[in-house]
């Protein structure tokens, strides 16, 4: 079982919908979770934090937490063409650094 | 500020060749990590620093690579000698912390 997973994708949705994407992590004692976006031949950039469950919202961007599922998400509202990406969830467990899923690739379609 | 920066961007080189990866973090962060990105593996984390002290080298794949970061603000990766499947996009990253990381552009690196 991989540490974490993501759905590959693509993903597609159409202009000023709610993209969805979903993210599990095997250990429990992972404490710190990150979602990142990389644009195709770019480098992964952050784009948000959470480290306690619930929902943690910034602009257009929500991410939620279960610890006891095991579980993040990143919701995207009002998609924009411009959030075509692909989307890493990434997780810091113990001393380890970032263990990034593999990603899920993001359309948006106009 | 200048974010992370990497050197070169692309190298080309033939098996059997040594390579240095450079790279300069983000003034006074304290963490510095050495990803390598492919279509197959994904993102791998190779290395990180703390304080320029080794502190996970884990991932490594072998013998043949190799990372120093001998002051704060410059960390190499070598390759010696270097094999196609090493081909890949080698990402350096920095921190204060280790959580909210900062990627430099990446150097693409081609062994034929």
């Known amino acids: 079982q991989k540490e974490v997973e993501q759905n590959s994708g693509p993903l597609s949705v159409p202009e000023g919908a709610i993209a969805s994407l979903n993210c599990t992590y095997s250990?429990?004692?992972?404490?710190?979770f990150f979602w990142y976006r990389q644009y195709s031949g770019k480098s992964p950039e952050l784009i948000m934090s959470?480290?306690?469950?619930g929902d943690k919202e910034d602009g257009r961007f929500t991410a939620q937490l279960n610890k006891a599922s095991q579980y993040v998400s990143l919701l995207i509202r009002d998609s924009q063409p411009s959030d075509s990406a692909t989307y890493l969830c990434a997780v810091i467990t113990g001393r380890r650094a970032l263990t990034f899923g593999s990603g899920t690739r993001l359309q948006v379609q106009p | 500020d200048a974010g992370v920066i990497q050197s070169p961007r692309h190298e080309v080189t033939e098996m059997g060749q040594e390579v240095t990866l450079r790279c300069k973090p983000i003034?006074?962060?304290?963490?510095l990590f050495w990803y390598r990105q492919t279509m197959m593996r994904g993102l791998e984390l190779l290395i990180y620093?703390?304080?320029?002290?080794?502190?996970?080298d884990s991932g490594m794949p072998e013998d043949r690579f190799s990372a120093k970061m001998p002051n704060a603000s410059f960390s190499t990766l070598k390759i010696q000698p270097s094999e196609p499947r090493d081909s890949a996009v080698y990402f350096c990253?920095?921190?204060?912390?280790?959580?909210?990381?900062?990627f430099g552009p990446g150097t693409r690196l081609t062994v034929l």
């Open positions: 959470i480290y306690s469950n």
């Open positions: 620093f703390n304080n320029n002290v080794p502190i996970d």
């Open positions: 990253a920095s921190s204060w912390g280790r959580d909210t990381q900062y």
């Open positions: 003034s006074g962060h304290d963490y």
């Open positions: 250990d429990r004692g992972s404490q710190s």
